[in-house]
């Protein structure tokens, strides 16, 4: 746990100078945050285009399987632009060795979003004072499964010339990878891998990194690209998926009638920046991180504890309990939001137990895009940021009837609150990760 104020106007203070995003809703940043202001929702029914083993999945399932996917074919494109802006031996590595892999080239078009917001000069990237903290929920589940097949299809010498894949595309820091052959970057690197919390942790990391003094720029970010067979299998199995019929309206977090989510796709990246180097290039600030951190929930591997207990510690750990500063008090607060019974409660508990009878209005984006797993984290982050430049607290998608045991200030659509003066963000995760962070405009 760590607080990144302690001295106003400090040199080390940690700012958000560029946001780069993919959703379900949109190829980028600006598309996504109006698609999700407007109330649209971007899950639907899957095709055999769209998915493998569909109808095995339908038979399984009892219904079409339901997802909210990104068009991977422009996200490649985009990639390959992002890559263009480097010298010409990179970019050429970039395509032979990263560029086959889905997972990579979400991450890498975010980034070029996020480092042309931020207007930061690609030659600052290989300095040993930037550093770069990506990580995901799971390494490339397209690239394991064709792994797998050559295993069968290929005989051992073509199999040997492909070992690179092991690399590039199988492991799970294979996105930080593609990042950092990118920009030849010589600084800090690490691949947080914390469930549906990774996108948050990660800011989180690098945020620390800033404020340390080891870096003056960091990169950071999460993607995932889990619409696959075993996935949607795997969580049916577990229950955690919802059993609707209807896609588009199937997620709806913190209702009454709510079941469970709709997995989805996406990425995000920022370019994090101590005060001091964002002043000095006059970098246009979208907020600053005042503090953050993480516990474990150790009731089980897929479990949470529903009374909210280790969400109320992790509050009070970052000083929002009754004697936190007024000006650090959250003027409304990003939900993990999966639609699932037990996460649900155990946030509207844990806020309850902190901010009592407190009204602070709240939103939760899963019902919208799709729970992005690996990437959820990060996105609804980004759409923080947002809320706060804009004075905007986007709607809940899906929302009808609040259930009586979550008592959190939810809205079906999106309300003006100008000004905002902080945001407070909560992601969660299976194997226990709880995380929380405080922004201020």
């Known amino acids: ?18 946001i780069g995003m993919i959703t379900p809703l949109g190829m980028d940043r600006e598309t996504s945050w109006q698609r999700l202001l407007a109330g ?85 990237l290989a300095s040993q004072q930037t550093g770069f903290i990506v990580g ?46 990118l920009a030849q970057s010589t600084g800090p690197a690490s691949c947080p891998v914390a469930a549906c919390a990774t996108g948050l942790v990660s800011v989180l990391q690098a945020a620390a990194l800033i404020h340390s003094g080891q870096c003056d720029v960091c990169i950071a970010g999460s993607a995932d690209a889990s619409l696959r067979p075993s996935v949607l299998a795997a969580f049916h199995r577990l229950g955690i998926t919802s059993k609707s019929a209807m896609p588009a309206t199937a997620c709806r977090p913190f209702n009454v009638d709510r079941d ?25 600030s979208l907020g600053q991180i005042v503090s953050g951190g993480w516990l474990t929930d150790p009731t089980g591997i897929t479990q949470i504890d529903a009374t909210g207990t280790t969400v109320a510690e992790l509050l009070r750990r970052m000083s929002l309990d009754h004697g936190h500063a007024i000006d650090d008090h959250p003027g409304f607060i990003s939900l993990h939001g999966t639609g699932t019974e037990t996460n649900d409660l155990a946030e509207a508990s844990g806020l309850q137990q902190i901010f009592d009878q407190e009204t602070i209005p709240a939103f939760a984006t899963k019902g919208a895009t799709g729970h992005l797993l690996g990437a959820a984290g990060g996105v609804e982050f980004g759409f923080t940021l947002l809320g706060l430049r804009d004075g905007i607290i986007p709607g809940t998608a899906n929302l009808s009837k609040l259930d009586p045991q979550c008592p959190v200030s939810l809205t079906a659509r999106a309300s003006s609150q100008s000004p905002l003066k902080n945001a407070l963000k909560l992601s969660l995760g299976f194997g226990g990760h709880v995380a929380g962070c405080l922004i201020r405009r």
């Open 1 to 18: 746990m760590f607080t990144l104020s302690e001295q106003h106007g400090s040199d080390r203070d940690v700012l958000v100078t560029g």
């Open 40 to 124: 649209d929702l971007a899950a639907r029914e899957l095709t055999a285009a769209d998915i493998d083993c569909c109808s095995q999945l339908a038979n399984l399932l009892k219904r079409t399987p339901g997802g909210a996917p990104v068009d991977h074919s422009a996200v490649a494109t985009n990639a390959l632009a992002v890559a263009s802006r480097f010298p010409p031996t990179v970019q050429r590595n970039f395509v032979e060795f990263f560029g086959n892999d889905e997972l990579n080239n979400l991450i890498v078009a975010a980034f070029g979003e996020a480092i042309e917001h931020a207007g930061l000069d690609v030659a600052e």
């Open 136 to 181: 995901t929920s799971k390494a490339s589940l397209r690239a394991m499964e064709s792994q797998w097949k050559r295993c069968f299809d290929e005989n051992v010498s073509e199999a040997k010339n492909r070992a690179h894949d092991w690399q590039t595309s199988f492991m799970p820091d294979a996105p930080l990878s593609a990042l950092l052959n």
């Open 260 to 284: 469970g989510f709709v997995v989805g796709e996406g990425a995000a990246v920022f370019v994090l920046e101590s005060r001091r180097h964002a002043e000095r290039r006059h970098a246009c």
